[in-house]
T-cell receptor
Framework: RKEVEQDPGPFNVPEGATVAFNCTYS??????FFWYRQDCRKEPKLLMS???SGNEDGRFTAQLNRASQYISLLIRDSKLSDSATYLC??????????FGTGTRLQVTL | NAGVMQNPRHLVRRRGQEARLRCSPM?????VYWYRQLPEEGLKFMVY????????ESGMPKERFSAEFPKEGPSILRIQQVVRGDSAAYFC????????????FGPGTRLTVT
């Protein structure tokens, strides 16, 4: 079983739509959680950290459910520029980050 | 403040040659991480270094791969006797003291082994 599992997609949505991505992780000792964004053939960039209390940054909302070992990302009012691969990332006590394979989003006109 | 720099951006090597990938962390960062991304796969941790020390190399293949982060100069990931399976994007990240999970990634080096 992969440490971090994501639906690879692609998710094809029209501009203005709301889209949600989910991710599960296998290591219950994981302590830190993030969503990264990766554009084609570019480096990953931190989108937001994820907390149990939930956190929001503009059109983006992230949620963590420790009991179910489940992380979500909600994007409201999708823009063309949101088209990218979204990476779910977890980390334990060590400094290394464990990445999911990513969920591809394509926003269309 | 320049970001993480990696060079070369693209590297082509024939089977059996050596590949040297360089990474300069962000100014003020003394922690460096190397990750590898194979085609259509997620990033996989390879090694974590601080100045002159390897902290965690649990993701490094046992043979042919080595990494260093000298007191002066960039971090180097060295792959000896490359094989076709080494073809991948190699990303370096750096973090400031006290914030190991605040990792900033460089643009990567795309290694192609022919």
């Amino acid at each position: 079983r992969k440490e971090v599992e994501q639906d690879p997609g692609p998710f094809n949505v029209p501009e203005g739509a709301t889209v949600a991505f989910n991710c599960t992780y296998s290591n219950s000792a994981s302590q830190s959680f993030f969503w990264y964004r990766q554009d084609c053939r570019k480096e990953p960039k931190l989108l937001m950290s994820v907390y149990s209390s939930g956190n929001e940054d503009g059109r983006f909302t992230a949620q963590l459910n420790r009991a179910s070992q489940y992380i979500s990302l909600l994007i409201r009012d999708s823009k063309l520029s949101d088209s990218a691969t979204y990476l779910c990332v977890v980390s334990g006590t060590a400094s290394k980050l464990t990445f999911g394979t990513g969920t591809r989003l394509q926003v269309t006109l | 403040n320049a970001g993480v720099m990696q060079n070369p951006r693209h590297l082509v090597r024939r089977r059996g040659q050596e590949a040297r990938l360089r990474c300069s962390p962000m100014k003020g960062h003394s922690h460096v991480y190397w990750y590898r991304q194979l085609p259509e796969e997620g990033l996989k941790f390879m090694v974590y270094l601080q100045k002159e020390n390897i902290i965690d190399e649990s993701g490094m293949p046992k043979e042919r791969f080595s990494a260093e982060f000298p007191k002066e100069g960039p971090s180097i990931l060295r792959i000896q006797q490359v094989v076709r399976g080494d073809s991948a994007a190699y990303f370096c990240a750096s973090s400031p003291d006290g914030s190991p999970h605040e990792q900033y990634f460089g643009p990567g080096t795309r290694l192609t082994v022919t």
